[in-house]
């Protein structure tokens, strides 16, 4: 029976309070799939490191499961509060306790987690360096310092895995695509056999209006395998799911859901989130064709970046002002211009970038004098990235980059032609090509844009809810452009390249 998914706040309070627990719970037909995979080996006991109101317990009790509950939940309000259909005994296991605080005895052949998703910039530095150490002893080496709570929730639940156990997590895709994504998945797999990942398609995403890209991963602590299925979902049906994954074949899709047999290796090298790549043409790395950086972290938008009406009003002079753009959606093509910058003024839209080096303030125009006084009393000198510069209105340097890329987004063309010269603030990235000549530089942009690199793209960043996919500056400079696409827009080669080979 398909069940459709849940209907989480879309934001004020609630949803903020749903960001600073990580409480984002499990839809019931997930629920379903994930606890009967576990329960397949009819284990004594079902254990839960982050509990909740108890969606997995309920499944279990639903799927017929009559043995003992354990596990963990610091939010006793939450476990007793919500209707879960669990009566006062199916509660008895369950400890009012953080999971990754306390030291669990003993071992588990049925774990199923939905973590607390808790990334790492909302964990205090004491925590981390805490979490950090017991990860990097189960491991054996060092995790990126961006590592959310939800990777130490896997990983000491597979410290707890009893051998021929099995293990069902519920994890965003930075698990999967992060820089510490192929060491991380290359040593678990190395030691517990990789059973399953089901991947989903917008129609039966388990959290419909977050900007997070949830996937399932199926572990057991059995021998390693040399394969994987690789599943993706188009509507949430658990029991097509379930025979996909009783029955995968590299030949077949159960209903709508794809199955696909994947090498491990190839799996964990292309991304356990990401499709397997297509055959690849002989490329060139962005990177040796443009130079990539982030645009401008003004540290005080409202203060440096300015309408031309609220430059003029204040008396600021031109010369210490240059256009800029600071939003995505004010590119609503794939080229900037002048008249647009112009529209977006006369829309109320700040375009001018207030850019100031190392001037003394006795050295300036009495007004833009008065406007940085006007700052100081305002204590805007003492935002965090303000405090760090000598002097606090010392501007990022930053020459107007040719090309622009909105690094975060769902719209298809993501590069754009920056015919206005202007200089964007940190919603884009600054492409700088090797070779600065006006008809390579548009050769580029057009081969950027081609739908083969465009596709590419799912291969170098991270994905996220609805479509998104964020791409770093380092990140970007992986980008695959295949030389046959570059070629037909024109672009030559007058020198040596290397070609994208791995």
Known sequence: MTRRPVTLPSGGPA??????????????????????????????????????PGTFLTAA?????????????????????????????????????????????????????????IRHHRLDPERKQALAGVSDKFLGFALDGRTGLHVHFLLRCLALLAPGGRLAFLL????????????LWREISSRFRLEAVIT????????????????????????????????RVPEPDPEEILAALDAPSAARAAGGTQVRIRDRE?????????????????????????RVVRGVATGANDFFFLTADRAAELGLDRQFLHRGVGRTRDCLTNTLTTADLDALDLAGRATWLLRLEREAGSDLP???????????????PDRHLLAARRPWYRMERRPPPPILFAYLGRRNCRFVLNEASAIPLTAFLCLYPEDGRPGQIKSLWQ???????????????????????????????RLEVPIHVLEEAGWRRDGPERLATS
Request: hydrophobic share 45%; net charge neutral.
């Open 15 to 52: 949803r903020e309070a749903l960001r600073r627990k990580g409480q984002f719970w499990t839809p019931a037909w997930l629920a379903d799939v994930m606890v009967r995979w576990v329960l397949a080996d009819q284990p004594a006991r079902l254990f839960d490191p982050a509990v909740g």
């Open 61 to 117: 009790r639903r799927a017929g499961f009559r043995g003992a509950f354990a596990g963990f939940e610091p939010d006793r309000e939450v476990l007793e509060g919500a209707p879960s259909g669990l009566s006062t005994g199916d509660r008895a296991g369950i400890i009012a306790a953080d999971f990754l605080a306390a030291t669990p005895e003993g071992r588990e052949t049925a774990i199923v987690s939905n973590p607390p998703y």
């Open 172 to 183: 965003p895709a930075d698990v999967f695509e992060g820089v510490s994504a192929e060491p």
């Open 200 to 231: 989903f398609e917008p129609g039966a995403a388990p959290f419909p209006g977050v900007d997070t890209n949830a996937l399932v991963v199926l572990l057991s602590h059995r021998p390693p395998a040399a394969s994987l299925a690789w599943l």
């Open 266 to 290: 190839e799996a964990i090298t292309t991304g356990l989130s990401r499709p397997p790549r297509p055959e690849r043409a002989a490329s060139l790395r962005l990177g040796e064709l443009a």
């Open 366 to 380: 009495a007004a833009l004098r008065a406007y940085l006084e006007g700052a100081e009393r305002l204590g805007i």
């Open 447 to 477: 081969a950027l844009n081609h739908p083969t690199t465009q596709s590419n793209l799912a291969y170098v960043g991270k994905s996220y809810g609805r479509g998104a996919i964020k791409v770093e500056p380092r990140q970007l400079e």
